[in-house]
């Protein structure tokens, strides 16, 4: 630690015994009547939420139906600091906390957890947000967003967090549900659950999750399917409870999930009508059909969510299982032993078009290889756990070793025609965008645009870690805690990567996109690909990381704590990148206060206070680059593709506090959280460009002064509940209220230079502030019977927003925007057997 780190760490300290004198008057209050304890696992071990020194939101069953939660990707709306990146869709979304979030293929920022095991990995050609699927938010005790660096005691190191959703154990009854929705959109969901004890040591539970809706997106070009942004999968949950002696435990999960949806629909929100800020190369050709195209759907009064498709046959498939078991030994009174292992397999093929555009000759469309997947990845973990405390608890103690092996399940392809209009890719019969070049003196040249892609591009992860943390109790008040981690990071990319480039008649050539004679620095050639050469990556890094924490208790029910973590994400390959494959991996030091309170009697509730500092240095940052063409003075060696890939080009301060708490009484609840962020670029290199190859007076990137992406300065979540005066004999009647306001957000800087010129109306980059009412009435156990009720609707007031721009503007002329949910409403119908 520098002397400026031992300072900051000092200073929150002293701040940290400063706040005590005001704590015990809110403690004081507190009696033996109140509300049930919240449970959570954010330290591998079941604890009181109160007593944990780490910023939490926990969500329980419940609270999850009132918010009609239904993916993982809702979480994002009620969450303070919690964000999503839903570029490509809800089933490749990416969450982002207190400003860290993951672009392209770098690694989760925020690492999902489902059972203790961390979810399978996918990586493709475009962002994957390795999250955990569709249906898994069904039959689950409750779920954790631990907000801050999380590399001492989880798998995967992570810089901004991590989501525990935690499942429903097996119980000793012969229980159950059946649970129905109907909705608008055409919604119809169905989950069925059933617990079995086969006997006093051995129980099962099996659920059933299947749900369907129409899109929201209405296609108006005539070509594909009439909606998109749809909901279509099928899950299955089975766990398996063994208490195989009094003191040996062995649970066992499998999970599967299958989506097959028609994808995310981008609707084109304005092109560029000028010649400057992203109106380069063939994009100067292009822009004029794409301004006609958004002239065409103003002219014939397109709605909000009207937008047109070019793929002809758009779809996302994706399928996922795993299996999870969690072997648990009290070997004595004070050491427990735990051994969790998993394997799991992750499939994706789709189809659509990247940038919502309706123009002759499509600018992106992706297909699957003709017999391959673009994703198939296989992941197997294993973590191996030591637990145990002293004779009267003064010591308490973990340490363990974890594993994860990842790799493709054979071979991964995606074709890609660009600029090309293709009535079979896989053949190549493509007509191409042919542009009029001026060469001078009244001479145009006529230059092919249009190419197909084919990209085989496998990953494959070793991750390593030795971890140990202990808690000691100075006094039954002030404790201290201490943890660190090692990690050893391993990844290669084996790509073979071939480009068809068109004639101008249409005529098919071959070439290695990026073809070498010699390996560059940290590459490998190969030579058993299709065009004769390929090249391999590697990258690989080791750091430590590591947790300080002071906490101290004036009471039972209030907790002040003080700490300081290193947190760190590992580095990354994508070899489209010409010159630019490789990056480093990324720290943050954090350090963080804060206080957390319950009361009892007749006002009851809990409160929790959490401010914090995050210093980020050698930041994975996005970098877009347009490549150059030959009439372009110095463009001497064009490249076959523009930059959109990472570089270590920021340097980061992200600071804010959040609020968090619950206040009832009587038949009156409210819950409330919120959120301030100040998180900007503090500094930075500039991006590697070659300007015989790129336009790098063109490039765009994180600057000094840039506010990060995904990370809105002021979020709010108010719930109210009031139960209803009804007779028991009837049920129990409540009606609930949510709001969540979030500031406006970047989602991308690749506008900004557009709009400073006012060559575009408005940047899109900027996400719009929302405010959102969603509303519920509750009924359970209908007049005395095993039955619930419950009406819901989401975005009551229809809120029309974006959540994330497509970054078109630069290569296509225009831009396009991914579109917010609607209004949702419906009805659900629940039917109890066994409780």
Not at 171 to 190: A, C, D, F
Not at 424 to 438: D, H, I, K, R, W
């Amino acid at each position: 630690m520098t002397k400026q780190d031992i300072a900051r760490a000092a200073s929150l300290l002293a701040l940290a015994g400063g706040m005590l004198g005001a704590v015990p008057a809110l403690a004081q209050s507190a009696d033996k009547a109140g509300n049930d304890e919240i449970v959570v696992t954010a330290r591998r071990v079941e604890e009181r939420l109160q007593d944990v020194p780490i910023s939490i939101t926990v969500f329980n069953q419940e609270q999850l139906a009132q918010r009609n939660i239904v993916s993982t990707t809702d979480l994002a709306a009620y969450a303070p600091s919690l964000s999503l990146n839903g570029r490509y869709g809800p089933d490749k979304s990416s969450f982002a906390i207190r400003g860290f979030s993951q672009d392209l293929n770098t690694l989760p920022t925020v690492g999902v957890y489902f059972a203790d095991v961390v979810a399978p990995r996918l990586n493709s050609n475009i962002t994957s947000g390795n999250g955990a699927g569709p249906g898994s938010m069904f039959d689950l005790q409750n779920v954790q967003v631990l907000k801050g660096p999380q590399g001492t005691l989880f798998g995967r190191n992570t810089t901004g967090g991590a989501i525990l959703l935690v499942p429903q154990r097996p119980t000793s009854r012969l229980e159950g549900y059946v649970e129905g929705t109907i909705g608008n959109h055409n919604e119809r969901r169905l989950q069925a659950v059933l617990n079995v004890p086969l006997s006093d040591t051995f129980k099962i539970r099996l659920g059933v999750d299947r749900n369907k809706r129409d899109g929201y997106i209405h296609n108006r070009s005539g070509i594909g399917p009439s909606e998109f942004n749809d909901v279509n999968y099928t899950a299955v949950r089975l766990g398996v409870l063994g208490n195989l002696t009094p003191s040996l435990e062995t649970y066992t999960l499998f999970t599967y999930a299958d989506s097959h949806t028609n994808g995310t629909l981008p609707k084109m929100a304005y092109c560029n009508r000028a010649t400057v800020a992203g109106s380069t190369g063939s994009s100067a050709t292009v822009r004029v059909p794409i301004c006609a195209q958004v002239d065409r759907e103003a002219a014939q009064g397109y709605g909000f969510y009207d937008a047109e498709n070019n793929d002809p046959t758009p779809y996302v498939r994706s399928r996922q299982w795993q299996v999870i078991n969690t072997t648990t030994w009290n070997a004595t009174d004070s050491l427990t032993v735990k051994n969790i292992a998993s394997y799991g397999e992750a499939r994706e093929h789709y189809s659509f078009s990247l940038d919502g555009d309706a123009i002759p000759y499509p600018f992106v469309i992706t297909y699957p290889g003709p017999a391959r997947p673009q994703g198939a990845q296989y992941t197997f973990t294993e973590e191996f756990q030591l637990q145990g405390h002293s004779a009267g608890d003064r010591l308490t103690w973990q340490a363990g070793g974890y594993m994860e092996r990842s790799a493709p399940l054979g071979s991964q392809e995606q074709y890609t025609q660009i600029f090309a209009n293709c009535s079979n890719p896989y053949t190549f019969q493509c007509s191409p965008l042919v542009l009029q070049v001026p060469l001078g003196g009244g001479v145009i040249l006529p230059v092919s645009a249009g190419s197909v892609s084919i990209a085989r591009n496998n990953y494959t992860f070793h991750n390593y870690g030795l971890y140990a943390q202990a808690t000691y109790k100075f006094t039954d008040q002030l404790s201290l805690t201490a943890g660190i981690r090692n990690t050893w990071d391993w990844e290669r990319e084996d790509a073979d990567n071939i480009q068809v480039k068109f004639s101008t008649a249409g005529v098919p050539s071959y070439v290695c996109s990026r073809a070498v004679t010699s390996a560059p620095k940290d590459a490998t050639l190969l030579t058993n690909g299709a065009c004769g050469t390929g090249r391999s990556f590697v990258q690989k890094s080791s750091r430590p990381t590591w947790l300080i924490d002071l906490d101290f208790k004036p009471t039972p029910d209030t907790l002040v704590y003080a700490k300081y973590a290193r947190g760190y994400r590992g580095g990354g390959i994508n070899e489209a990148n010409f010159g630019i494959e490789t990056w480093k991996p990324e720290k943050v030091d954090d350090y963080e206060i804060g206080m957390k309170a319950s009361f009892r009697g007749q006002v009851h509730g809990n409160l929790a206070l959490a401010g914090f500092w995050n210093e980020f240095r050698d930041q994975q940052a996005s970098v877009t680059i347009p490549q150059c063409t030959a009439v372009i003075p110095g463009c001497t060696n064009p490249a076959p593709t523009g930059i959109n890939g990472i570089q270590n080009v920021g340097k980061s301060r992200m600071r804010g506090f959040e609020i968090e708490g619950s206040v009832g009484t009587g038949p009156v609840r409210l819950d409330f959280g919120y959120s301030y962020l100040d998180a900007k670029v503090t500094g930075g290199s500039v991006p590697f460009c070659d300007n015989t190859r790129f336009i790098c007076s063109q490039a765009s990137f994180l600057t000094a002064g840039s506010v990060l992406p995904f990370a809105p300065k002021n979020r709010v979540t108010l719930t109210g509940t009031l139960d209803l005066p009804v007779d028991e004999k009837l049920g129990r009647v409540s009606v609930s209220a949510t709001f969540t306001h979030t500031d406006s957000q970047y989602s991308s800087h690749s506008n900004d230079a557009a709009a400073a010129v006012g060559a575009i109306p408005y940047n899109a980059g900027i996400s719009p502030a929302t405010n959102l009412l969603n509303l519920n009435f509750n009924w359970k156990g209908v007049a005395g019977s095993p039955v619930d009720l419950a009406v819901f609707a989401t975005n009551v007031t229809n809120r029309k927003y974006w959540v994330s721009v497509v970054n078109g503007l630069s290569t296509l002329g225009g831009e396009a925007v991914i579109l917010g949910e609607p209004r949702m409403y419906g009805v659900r119908l629940k039917v109890n057997f066994g409780k």
